[in-house]
């Protein structure tokens, strides 16, 4: 999708990549016939730029068409270069601006109890992403609300766009953080399906405050040459390189 | 829109902060979905009213306003119309992109009533005196922005917000202020308001302004001059049409408002008038500066913001047009 693209965060994308499918294929209460289902799970992408990832879920969770994906970043594309909830079918909020996304799923966690319902807000945050100081008001509001209806992934691949996030401008010790802060914290290995699944089960059953799944992943993850490497946050693979990311996801995905 | 009115000598003074408590107490008891946000300033921005009726529909979010924002558009995405406040200072220059991105970029149904604008803040000083407020909301896609000028027509602002479906800005003072709108008054957004008619000089105003204007009309009068004042109190959508049409008879303006004569009302005319029907016009109001300490009424008269300034800029315009 970044190659046809020419530009976008491929590493951001496959780090999630496993948490936004285990999402949408064994999590979520949604329905892409209705996408605006009042009884819906809500999911937040915080981390915008991860797009691909999630629009490549929604698409092949049946949102919109599979080829639409080729459409990303062009011009009258409803598929924008970050989550654009009014374009979008299946996209629940506008991100990309880094450290809003877990403020807007509190206020959907919000309305939410307010109403009664039992559906369960989803979040998915950056560990660059946790050097805004908003992300810290947000996790202050959630835990002095109680907001056991809100799940948020930590997608904790190490590397921003500058560099390894200890050597730019480190957040850790995280899991402490979000310890700190009144969130009950459990830590996964991000690609590992039963622990992601396991991780949001406790996440269910847990009550009285918001559940931060921190998820140890691997930026570029299932491509050999991008795997742990900085400087494919922010860049689009030329055609013969994403087509060996593609021979290598096809042959992770074998072995697997 | 017409509708005449008079000032009302030695009538009661009423902040439009005090009139926003009242009107959303009241909207919370017609609608269920009407949710209220703060950031620690409830007792001031007065949505403490809004609070102790209806505590559970109430958040104080605490000193972070950047949240504040981002969770009421989390509110709007499933369905509640919240009511964000604070000083208007915090809503719009700390919470910027958070109303950029999180509310209008995706027209979330969001109202930021922001109190304390504008110098009549007072003795607070120059760090919570919103000079700039109206020109960062005002280019914003899809925000609304309203300035009230009394108590009635933020009551009828409030009550307006609600019904309009998207963000909405409005900007509330703390200093009490003359009632102008009688109770027969419909406010319609992106409407101005002819309140005085005249053929020599239009005066455009908002908020605080507005019965300075009045008042400035009536000392014109006496001097023979015939000002027609004009409350706009929706700066966007902008009434170009009524503003137009008032310089079109009168072929010379001023705009008073509260707020730097950068980007605001003022800006707003000058675009107006430049593209429509270009005249003379003097812009009253915070000329590139920032406020400081003080009392209301010190301060109004040390920033050239009283009815005897719109007297000489009035003035100045129609001298202007007759050369």
């Known amino acids: 999708m970044t190659a046809a693209a020419k530009s976008g965060h491929p590493g951001g994308s496959l780090s999630a990549a496993d948490i936004l499918a285990a999402l949408y294929f064994r999590v979520l209460r949604v329905d892409p016939s209705r996408p605006g289902w009042p009884e819906r799970d809500r999911f937040v992408l915080s981390k915008g730029h991860a797009a691909p990832a999630l629009y490549a879920a929604l698409a092949e969770r049946g949102y919109f068409p599979v080829e639409e994906l080729k459409t990303l970043r062009r011009i009258h594309s409803r598929l924008q270069g970050h989550p654009d909830m009014r374009k979008t079918p299946g996209v629940e909020a506008s991100t990309g601006s880094l450290g809003q996304g877990l403020s807007m799923a509190g206020g959907m966690a919000l309305a939410g109890r307010l109403d009664g319902c039992d559906w369960r807000v989803y979040a998915l945050l950056g560990d660059g992403e946790c050097e805004e100081g908003q992300v810290w008001e947000a996790a202050m509001a959630a835990a002095h609300y109680r907001l056991d209806n809100l799940t948020a992934f930590l997608d904790n691949n190490g590397l921003q766009i500058d560099g390894p996030i200890e050597q730019v401008m480190s957040p850790n010790p995280l899991n402490d953080k979000w310890r700190a802060f009144g969130w009950h914290v459990i830590e996964i290995d991000g690609h590992d399906f039963g622990q992601i699944l396991g991780a949001v089960d406790e996440a269910k059953k847990t009550k009285g405050r918001p559940t931060m799944i921190v998820a140890r992943t691997i930026k570029g993850k299932g491509c050999s040459f991008m795997e742990n490497e900085a400087e494919w946050h922010g860049k689009a693979p030329s055609p013969e390189q994403a087509e060996q990311a593609l021979r290598d996801l096809e042959k992770g995905g074998a072995a697997r | ?323």
């Open chain 2, 1 to 323: 829109m017409k509708y005449l009115v008079r000032l009302q000598e030695g009538a009661k003074k009423v902040a439009t902060r005090d009139a926003y408590g009242e009107a959303l107490a009241e909207l919370g008891r017609e609608n269920p979905d009407v949710v209220a946000l703060d950031a620690d300033l409830s007792k001031s921005t007065k949505t403490a009213v809004f609070g102790k009726a209806f505590p559970a529909r109430f958040f104080n979010m605490g000193i972070a306003e950047a949240n504040m924002m981002a969770t009421a558009a989390g509110l709007a995405a499933a369905g509640k119309v919240p009511f964000a406040s604070t000083f208007a200072v915090f809503a719009t220059g700390r919470a910027f992109d958070q109303v950029r991105n999180s509310i209008c970029y995706p027209h979330l149904n969001v109202k930021i009533a922001a109190s304390h604008a504008g110098i009549t803040v007072g003795e607070d000083g120059g760090s919570h005196q919103s000079v700039e407020d109206i020109a960062l909301m005002r280019v914003l896609p899809n925000m609304t922005v309203i300035v009230p000028a009394d108590a009635g027509e933020t009551r009828a602002a409030v009550r307006a917000a609600a019904a309009l479906d998207g963000p909405v800005y409005l900007r509330l003072g703390r200093a009490g202020g003359p009632i102008i709108f009688g109770p027969d008054y419909s406010f319609r957004v992106g409407e101005a308001v002819v309140l005085r008619e005249g053929r020599d000089v239009s005066l455009f105003a908002c908020g605080v302004m507005v019965a300075e204007a009045l008042k400035a009309a009536d000392q014109l009068a006496g001097e023979g001059l015939e000002a027609e004042v004009v409350n706009v109190s929706s700066l966007k959508p902008f009434d170009w049409r009524t503003v137009a049409e008032s310089v079109v008879r009168t072929g010379a303006a001023v705009s008073a408002e509260e707020h730097s004569i950068i980007g605001g009302l003022g800006g707003a005319v000058a675009e107006c008038l430049a593209e429509r029907h270009p005249v003379p016009l003097v812009r009253v109001g915070l000329r590139d500066t920032f406020g400081e300490s003080g009392t209301p009424d010190e301060l109004m008269k040390a920033y050239g913001l009283t009815a005897a300034d719109i007297v000489r800029a009035a003035k100045e315009a129609i001298q202007r047009r007759r050369v």
